[in-house]
């Protein structure tokens, strides 16, 4: 499969990278926004995480996340759910070298920063996720601040048909999952031979496709 994939844009700066631009950037970006708000306000700090999540299979989808250090897994998996995953309400763990952790836990009671949990949910059709913590910092002590923010996410990958190959895809028939003739675009899944049912819409998730998902 051929896709592109369209640069993202940083939300502390604005500018655009594409995948592996934008954690270089982020990188750079994250400790200068912050070097920036401190010289206009003296504040009590909180750690935060710089966690890069991405498709086990499809790298293609990411997420640059700041998750505090006080949050629970249970509130990251929660975040990643309502962005990414939930269809129909499948079972869901991390894990760290095959061992499962609590949910219950605190992200800076399991976290160290290079250290790379894997995520999976629906253990029957998976989606499995590498969450990766990048940095940790001190950040200002906000009341109200949510425990999860994006800084940065993909563009949807821009997917050709594999019926006519020139027009982007936007249904994916689950009948054909396994034939290769996958991706449709609205034309040709009007005349696709499995039916409107068997359809689901493209969704930029790396759950696209799969159970009921439909973003
Ligand atoms: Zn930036
Ligand atoms: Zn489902
Ligand atoms: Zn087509
Ligand atoms: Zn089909």
């Known amino acids: 499969m051929t896709t592109k ?41 909180q750690p935060f995480f710089h966690i890069l999540v991405k498709g086990a299979h499809l790298p293609e989808y990411w997420l640059h996340l700041r998750v ?10 929660q975040f990643l759910r309502d962005i990414w995953l939930e269809c129909c309400g499948h079972m869901s763990a991390f894990s760290y070298r095959r ?6 836990q605190k992200l800076k009671e399991v976290l ?4 790379e949990l894997r995520h999976e949910y629906d253990f029957g059709s998976p989606t499995e996720l590498l969450v990766k913590a990048l940095t940790e910092y001190a950040g ?8 999860v923010e994006i800084l940065a996410r993909n563009e949807a990958p821009e997917v050709p048909c594999n019926e006519c190959e ?22 040709c899944a009007e005349d696709h ?11 930029n998730s790396p759950r696209t496709g799969v159970c009921g998902y439909e973003g």
């Open 99 to 104: 061992d499962d952790i609590e949910m219950g």
């Open 5 to 45: 994939s369209p640069k993202a844009t940083c939300l502390l700066c604005k500018s655009e990278y594409t995948g592996a631009g934008m954690t270089k950037h982020l990188q750079s970006c994250l400790p200068k926004s912050l070097g920036n708000q401190r010289k206009q306000q003296k504040f009590r700090s």
């Open 193 to 203: 031979q499995c039916g409107k049912e068997m359809m689901l819409p493209v969704v």
């Open 140 to 147: 200002p002590m906000e009341k109200n601040r949510p425990a």
């Open 68 to 77: 505090s250090s006080n949050s629970k897994l249970e509130e990251l998996d």
């Open 166 to 187: 020139k027009s982007l895809a936007t249904q994916i028939c689950i009948a054909c999952q396994w034939s290769g003739s996958v991706w449709l675009c609205e034309t």
């Open 112 to 115: 160290i920063p290079g250290m």
